[in-house]
């Protein structure tokens, strides 16, 4: 079996993980929502909500992400709305960029 790497994260990054970790896991305790429950409704198993309530970066974040919108932590200070304004921004600030900075998208022809 392979040796696992350990990769170096900033002091910023870890202290980041450590505060969603930590926000993460005291929302479910004071919810009283056991990590079975949690899990469950997250469809991970209880070992990787442990990790992830632990701060362990090789988390996904998509998962991490699921975990605290379920629990109705708020991530980046917005609500639903504002985080489609702000991506819909971001996509028309992406279609400014030269064609050759972006990748072109291929459109795909599934009308038979």
Excluded: H, W
């Excluded at 929302?27 to 632990?54: D, F, H, M, P, W």
């Amino acid at each position: 079996m392979a040796k696992k790497e350990t990769r170096a994260y900033s002091r910023y990054t870890d202290e980041a993980i450590q505060l969603l970790a930590g926000r993460i896991k005291a929302t479910r305790l004071e919810r009283n929502i056991t990590t079975q429950e949690l899990s469950e409704r997250a469809s991970i198993s209880r070992g990787l909500l442990r990790r992830i309530e632990n701060g362990d970066p090789a988390c996904s974040i998509g998962v991490v992400f699921e975990v605290a919108t379920l629990l109705g932590l708020q991530l980046f200070q917005s609500d639903y709305d504002d985080l489609v304004l702000k991506n819909k921004m971001i996509g028309d600030k992406m279609t400014l960029l030269p064609s050759r900075i972006r990748k072109a998208k291929v459109k795909i022809d599934d009308d038979f």
